[in-house]
């Protein structure tokens, strides 16, 4: 048994010839809108951007009974000889206190801020 369809328009008809055989004006249309939502993302003030904040990286030790100073040169000055100099670093922040307790932590850029940071740094020594 055949399900019952009603008849088509001839305007539903013309609509559905017009976009099998002119599919280059739907490819058009979409490559229009496409362009449209690349310009309009460009154009997004860089405010409108998230922020992002770096990772970071945090080493802690304890040395019980240890004063501040002990703590400093002994196990602070060891772990920060060895961090010192990793790729995308730009500082370090550490506290060592008499209870023996030691705490660094470093933010790290990216490789590609990294590099844009210290050209503009360069740029801003030459002038």
């Known amino acids: 048994m055949r399900a019952h369809r009603r008849p088509r328009s001839k305007e539903e008809i013309r609509w ?3 976009s099998f055989t002119d599919s280059i004006f739907a490819i ?13 993302g460009f154009s997004l003030p860089i405010a409108q951007y998230p922020q992002i904040s770096p990772p970071t990286v945090s080493v802690s ?7 501040a100073a002990v703590v400093n040169e002994t196990v602070a000055q060891v ?18 206190d008499d209870t023996g307790r030691y705490s660094l932590s470093s933010p790290l850029m990216s490789v590609r ?3 844009w940071t210290r050209s503009g740094a ?3 020594r030459r002038c």
């Open 16 to 18: 559905q010839n017009f």
């Open 28 to 40: 058009v249309i979409a490559l229009i809108i496409v362009i449209v939502g690349t310009l309009a």
């Open 61 to 67: 030790a304890s040395y019980t009974g240890a004063s």
């Open 79 to 96: 772990i920060e000889e060895q961090i010192n100099g990793t790729q995308g670093m730009d500082y370090m922040s550490s506290t060592s």
């Open 113 to 115: 801020t990294a590099i």
């Open 122 to 124: 360069e740029q801003r």
